[in-house]
């Protein structure tokens, strides 16, 4: 009697799972990696009462410059040197607001960066990045994980101003798209500067030495970039027809240069709560960033009628009114010297369309919110490459194959 062979059991409970895919398990280490370095940084960060302390400090510092903003505005309108006492409420919020969010913007500037100079330079004195790099944890991981640690803490900072934010609310003068739009202003700059201090900390491995170079680069981007705008445009001036002449070198002024500033951006955020053009923020972001022609026209077409001429008067806004101050019942118009209405072109017009005048708003926000956005993933790749020792683009190696190779 022969034995015939005997199949094994089919067993289906302790097949062993799909393995997944590549990709997946790549992000999901890095994910992973990200979450620890960033856990072990804020454990670090946030243990004891210096932590608590400083954000204590940092809130009793902007309530106590906020009462004396509000302090100064109110005195200027009983005195009556502000103007009516109508609008000092309004007047008094858009102080608040101005004082608080130029206050937040040098402390993320400076904050920022500064804390992320030393991330990676720390670990290279301590000896300690080989042993971090030879962990399961990659490099990305691993620069992503310093950045977020670190500006964890500073938006820390920033969403605990926003209480203190709220106030300007209650005087007026401010709507909550311009506080959103400088809150956005304010992460773009911590994220773009905090990336670029990382990436002078993965660039030199003393911690002196990179945090030097993040302060020269902090005041090249504050007051450097203000200093040759001025420059430019008072090298350039005006002609005889009034219109802007082009500065140095034949071209206008620079205007990617106001991109990269924190505090022209937030001016221009400022501009937009302001009813007057004459002067004040929206006059300081058009005299460092100047169109063509000197004047930017802005809101949308209104149609008015028959413009009486000459003897017309116009207020701030582009309306005009009588030698009372009363709206004559036409809208928004351009008048020239002769009291004639004109349009964007320097045109005569009787009726139909014409525009307010002033300096345009949301014209450098938005770009600088871009251009930020942008340096930091620069930054942030040009980091993972000094940090990796391993996977780094080796120029001079392929120079030498392709010449060995002809």
Request: charged share 15%; glycine share 12%.
């Amino acid at each position: 009697m022969t034995d015939a062979p005997v199949e094994a059991p089919l067993v289906t409970a302790g097949l062993p799972a799909r393995p997944r895919s590549r990709r997946l398990s790549t992000l999901i280490r890095t994910a992973s990696g990200i979450a620890a370095i960033g856990v072990k940084e804020l454990r670090g960060r946030m243990r004891g009462r210096r932590a608590f302390i400083i954000v204590t400090l940092y809130l009793s510092l902007l309530g106590g410059f906020a009462w004396m903003v509000a302090t100064l505005i109110a005195q200027s309108y009983t005195t009556g040197i502000g103007g009516s006492s109508a609008f000092a409420s309004a007047a008094v919020g858009q102080g608040i607001f101005a004082a608080l969010l130029m206050l937040e913007t040098l402390q993320v500037a400076f904050l920022a960066p500064s804390s992320t100079a030393g991330a990676i330079s720390l670990e290279r004195e301590k000896q300690t990045l080989d042993l971090l790099v030879a962990t399961p944890i990659t490099t990305l991981a691993i620069v992503f994980g310093k950045l977020l640690s670190t500006l964890v803490y500073v938006f820390l900072l920033i969403a605990a101003s926003i209480p203190l934010m709220a106030i300007v609310f209650v005087y007026g003068g401010v709507g909550p798209e311009d506080v959103l739009k400088g809150y956005v202003v304010l992460i773009a700059t911590a994220i773009g500067l905090g990336s670029f201090g990382l990436f002078c900390s993965s660039l030199v491995k003393r911690t002196t030495a990179a945090t030097a170079i993040t302060i020269f680069g902090v005041l090249a981007v504050t007051i450097g970039t203000i200093f040759v705008l001025v420059f430019w445009t008072a090298m350039g001036g005006f002609d005889s027809n009034g219109n802007r002449k082009p500065g140095p070198l034949g071209i206008r002024s620079p205007e990617v240069l106001a991109w990269v500033n924190p505090f022209v951006a937030q001016a221009d955020v400022l501009c937009g709560t302001e009813t007057n053009f004459g002067s004040g923020w929206c006059a300081g972001v058009s005299a460092l960033v100047p169109t063509q022609d000197g004047v930017v026209f802005t809101g949308n077409a209104v149609p008015v009628g028959p413009v009486p001429a000459p003897g017309v008067i116009v207020n701030g806004k582009g309306v005009a009114v009588d030698d009372q101050g009363r709206p004559i019942g036409v809208g928004p118009v351009i008048v020239d010297g002769n009291g004639v209405a004109l349009d964007d072109q320097g045109r005569p017009i009787d009726a139909g369309q014409a525009q307010g005048f002033g300096p345009a708003r949301d014209r450098i926000w938005p770009r600088a919110v871009a251009a930020w956005l942008i340096l930091a993933a620069i930054f942030l790749t040009l980091s993972v490459q000094l940090v990796s020792p391993t996977r780094r683009w080796h120029f001079r190696r392929r120079r030498r194959a392709s010449t060995t190779a002809a």
